[in-house]
Each structure stands twice: as C-alpha cells, then as structure tokens.
C-alpha cells in the first residue's frame, strides 16, 4: 500500500476512535481484557516455563468481530496479564479458534519444547480446514506450517463439511498419542482424531446428537477429572452450545469414559447438563501442559455481542476456574472454583469480617467501596426468610442494582440483572437461576463483582452464574438482604481490589 493511503487510512480510523469515549469504568480489574479491540473466544490456553498464554479470538483492526486472528498475553500468576503483539494474524484465510500444546519430546520435529498451534482455517465462511502454526521462543513468534491443511474438510465419510472447527489437542498418557476433538457445529457431532506426531492425523470415532441439541456445537474440548473424595477420576466432554435458556447460547458438559479411541457418555443421552446458568460463559476450554485442572470462557454471549457496550474493547474473560467432579445424589457432577491464584492475588484489601450477624429486609446497612471490584465471601443460614442475598452495583441516583439472591422455595441460587444498568439489547435484561440445595439450611455464595460484571459461586462451586452487567452514574455501593422473615448470616469477608 502507499503511504499516502495508509497515512489517509490511518487518519479515518484515528477520527471514528476520537469520536468515541473510553469505557475505562467498565474495564475489568482481574478479569483479562484486551487492551483494544474485539475478543471472542479464548484459545490455545497453556503453561510453559512459568508463564500462563491466553490466545484469544481477536481482532486486532477493529472494536467487532472479523479480521480474526490470535491475539496473545501471558501472566506470572493468572491475574497480571501482559499483552504481546498479536501472535497469528489472518492471511487469506481467517485463524478461527483452536489449542496450543507444548510438544516436549518433538513428535512433530519443530523442536523439542516447541509450541505446537492447531487451529481452524476459516475460509471466510465459505469452508473449514485444520492447519498448524509452531513457535520455537515461547510463543513470541510463530510460523505457519508450510504443509497445511494437516485436515481438510472433506471428512473421512466423504461428506464435505462447510461447519468443522475449533480442533483442542492434548496428550493421552495411556495411548500415547495426541488427541484432538473436533466440532461438527450443524451436525451436532464431535470427532476425534489420534497422531503420533501432531502432523499426521487418523480419525478414531464419532460423538453426538446427545444432550442439548437446540443450537450449533462449538469448541469441544475433553479432560480426565478427579472425582471429589474419591480415588477415581471420569471424563468431561465440555460443548459450547445451547443455554439453559434456549434463546441463548452456553456450554453443556458430558460426564464418561474415554479410552484413547472413543467417548462414552455414562448418563442416558437425553440428560442436559450445563456449565454456567448465567447469560455470559462460553467457548471455554482448559489449560494445557499443566497438572491443573483450570478452565477459561469467554464472558459474554453472542445473542449481543455487537451491543456491548465498551471501548476501546469489547470482550472480556471469565476468571480461571479450578474444575473437578462431585458425586451428588443426582449423579456425577461439574463442580467449579475460583482459582486460588484469584482469591489469593496480592491485590485484594480486606474490609469487612463478621459473623453471626441476623439480617431483616434491606436491613439498612450499606457497604460503600472505594472501588468497584470486589470480593464478597458470604454464608447465609436462610431461617425464617425466604429469600435471602446481597444487592451490588446499588445505585441510589439511578436506582440501579444487581441482585444475586438464594429462593428456598424454588430452591434456586439467581442472578437478576433486570435493573442492573445500561439495558444493552431487548434480551439483555435477565433474572438467570440455577438448581441449587441448601447444605443443612444454609447457603454459601462467592461473589466476584468486577467493574461490568458479576460472577457468582453457589455452594463451593457446585453452581455458577456468570453475566454482564453495565452500571451508570458512578460510584455504587452494596446491601445484604433477606425477604419475609429474619435470616442469619453466619460468615461475611470482603474485600476490594487495589491497583
Ligand atoms: C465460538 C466460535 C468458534 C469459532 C470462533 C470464530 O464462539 O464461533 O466456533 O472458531 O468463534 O471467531
């Protein structure tokens, strides 16, 4: 291009960002965001030498979706993220979401330790292919293999297949070989593929047309969990696909066994089970190279995506999340914790810490924070009320506020952004509730407020609702509330974040 153009191209993209206003009082304080421009899904999650990579979804021209490329971060911790130039940009073909292995013993011969990226080529809508890009400096540059596609659409049946994304790989132990699923969005299929070398792939088996089925599979991905209290371990096919809400999109999760070739799911194939019941949790995947088990969705949902909101970025992610398995008296469940790099961040000041404290209606006492982010660490003996919670984000000028609230009736954990401030699209507002018992009458919630969102932790992470919301008009403050009758709350911790 001449100078001349790029100096006039540069001129009209300098003027359509002067005429918008920074968003900074919704950037999230310990959630990661881009520092500009559009992110989806996060992508190729992995560890090596003491650095945590998020590669995300990006698009690194403009604040909307398109353009999209890898876009790249690490952190010490999981809670500082430093940005670094975008890792794989587009070329003729868009580089749609995939995984990062670490490939420690080179299998595939780019070096020993070498970053291996599988991903999907998106040839602007019009087809799918796999292809791989490999990084031989910690993921600081990356060169695109000179032989891809590694898979191409058409599939093993001969079908071609426009919709075949989202590859996520990890190394099987037992079968020594590389793994990878794959989705089949409009078939409602997984795929999964076994290599020895991460170049040369074989199909092995088919998943599908179980669970929810309402709207399109997207990134799959499959981990051995350990089951809480148990010396045994199941696995878990996570699916971004429909809500509990089927207007909206999720993730649902299947528990089974997966023996190197093929998955099996251990519940009828009707059982829906889903990850989050708020409106804001997708296209998560888990951290690869590492013993942990730590998952990481996107926090927003693409029933609004061009409404949010922000500038200069639209986008951000969920907290990690620590994931293992339960035996409930339904059956094996998805149980899922805040990281204790999060609540442990050196960041976090104490302010408040009470016990044993009984709490009528709106009992009057108001919390007012320095910041908008904060923790709120609080169990509630429910007693004689029926509802029992803590209003956020309460804004006495607006009369806006978010309320995350416990229904012993119904027996549900919500989240009620109805009124919780600026109404971004027609389906925005939302009161999101998820099945959740109390434990002996009383009910634990962990709460992570964070500038525009709300991401809440039922009963050491046996329930999760994660949403967005945008307050106006400034600083707010927060309230504990019961509804007809006197509740206890038996332990209240606090804290805020500090810069
Ligand atoms: C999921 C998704 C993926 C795709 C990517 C494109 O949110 O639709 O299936 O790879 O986003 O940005």
């Not at 926090?299 to 969920?318: C, E, N, V």
């Not at 914790?337 to 009470?354: F, S, T």
């Not at 964070?450 to 932790?457: G, L, P």
Request: hydrophobic share 40%; with cysteine; net charge neutral.
């Amino acid at each position: 291009m001449r100078p001349i153009i790029l100096l006039l191209l540069s001129l009209i993209v300098g003027v359509a960002y002067a005429q918008q206003t920074p968003t900074e009082q919704w950037r999230p304080a310990f959630h990661f965001s881009p520092a500009q421009n559009w992110t989806n899904d996060p992508n190729g999650l992995v560890f090596l030498d003491g650095e945590w990579h998020i590669f995300y979804q990006h698009n690194p021209f403009e604040n909307k979706w398109g353009h999209m490329s890898w876009g790249h971060a690490v952190s010490k911790d999981l809670v500082k993220w430093e940005h670094l130039p975008v890792a794989i940009p587009e070329d003729s073909v868009w580089i749609f979401s995939g995984s990062v292995v670490v490939d420690k013993n080179n299998t595939s011969g780019f070096g020993a330790n070498s970053m291996i990226a599988i991903y999907t080529a998106d040839y602007h809508g019009k087809k799918e292919n796999q292809h791989l890009a490999y990084s031989t400096d910690k993921g600081r540059t990356w060169t695109k293999y000179k032989k891809n596609p590694l898979i191409a659409a058409p599939l093993p049946d001969g079908k071609v297949m426009k919709d075949f994304r989202d590859p996520n790989v990890f190394w099987h132990e037992p079968s020594k070989q590389w793994i990878m699923t794959l989705a089949l969005p409009t078939e409602f299929k997984i795929h999964i593929y076994g290599s020895k070398n991460l170049l040369n792939w074989n199909f092995l088996s088919e998943f599908g047309k179980q669970g929810d089925i309402t709207k399109i599979w997207e990134c799959p991905a499959l981990i051995e969990l350990p089951v809480e209290g148990k010396a045994t371990s199941q696995w878990v096919l996570f699916i971004s696909a429909s809500n509990p809400h089927p207007d909206f999109v999720g993730m649902q999760y299947f528990v089974g066994n997966f023996d190197g070739k093929t998955f099996t799911n251990t519940n009828k194939p009707d059982t829906k089970l889903y990850v989050d019941y708020g409106k804001d949790f997708y296209a998560a995947i888990p951290f690869n190279n590492t013993p942990r088990k730590l998952l990481l969705g996107w926090m927003a949902s693409w029933q609004y995506t061009d409404a949010l909101p922000t500038f200069p970025w639209k986008g951000q992610m969920s907290i990690p999340r620590e994931i293992s398995l339960k035996a409930m008296p339904e059956g094996i469940r998805l149980v899922q914790k805040p990281a204790d790099e999060i609540l442990k961040a050196k960041n976090w000041r104490g302010i408040v810490q009470m016990e044993e404290m009984g709490i009528e209606e709106d009992n009057g006492m108001m919390w007012h924070n320095q910041s908008s982010a904060y923790m709120i660490d609080v169990e509630f003996e429910l007693s004689g009320a029926s509802e029992v919670g803590v209003k956020v984000f309460r804004n006495q000028s607006t009369n806006q506020e978010t309320l995350i609230g416990y229904q012993r009736d119904t027996e549900q954990l919500y989240v009620n952004r109805i009124n919780s401030g600026k109404i971004i699209s027609a389906n925005f507002p939302s009161m999101d509730a998820i099945p959740m018992k109390t434990a002996r009458g009383t009910v634990r919630m962990q709460i992570f407020v964070d500038k525009s969102s709300v991401e809440v932790f039922g009963n050491d992470g046996e329930a999760t609702i994660t949403s967005l919301v945008f307050p106006e008009g400034g600083k707010s403050d927060w309230q504990l509330f019961s509804r007809n009758g006197r509740a206890k709350v038996t332990k209240l911790k606090v804290w805020e974040w500090q810069e």
